[in-house]
Nanobody, 123 residues
Framework: VQLQASGGGLVQAGGSLRLSCVAS????????MAWFRQAPGKEREPVAE????????RYADSVKGRFTISRDNAKNTVYLQMNSLKPEDTAVYYC?????????????????WGQGTEVTVSS
């Protein structure tokens, strides 16, 4: 599956952005989807994930209550709504997919990755 992320940009602290990621496959509904991010000089970290049917989600503690992941299987698209943005949210954001994955509380193992979209939050 090929993934194409978009929606990044420059925003002031406290502002909002919505990222989108379109998948190439028509069997998109069989893939769990996720967003990760990598800040300059830091390792990539998970942000949020959503189950194949959208019923279950999981978030990193750092974004809980501010970010919302959702998906539209009819459009092969996953979204990340980011509100109350902070300068520490500045990073390149990547979407990822994993075939047949069942969300767990322990790992963030994903097989397919898209290119990143850059988010910069100014103070």
């Amino acid at each position: 599956v090929q993934l194409q992320a978009s929606g990044g940009g420059l925003v002031q602290a406290g502002g909002s952005l919505r990222l989108s990621c379109v998948a190439s496959r028509r069997t998109y509904g069989t893939y769990a989807m996720a967003w990760f991010r990598q800040a300059p000089g830091k390792e990539r970290e998970p942000v949020a994930e959503i189950s194949r049917n959208g019923a279950n989600t999981r978030y990193a503690d750092s974004v809980k209550g501010r970010f919302t992941i959702s998906r539209d299987n009819a459009k092969n698209t996953v979204y990340l709504q980011m509100n109350s943005l902070k300068p520490e949210d500045t990073a390149v954001y990547y979407c990822a997919a994993d075939y047949g994955r069942i969300l767990t509380a322990t790992d963030w193992e994903y097989s397919y990755w898209g290119q990143g979209t850059e988010v910069t939050v100014s103070s």
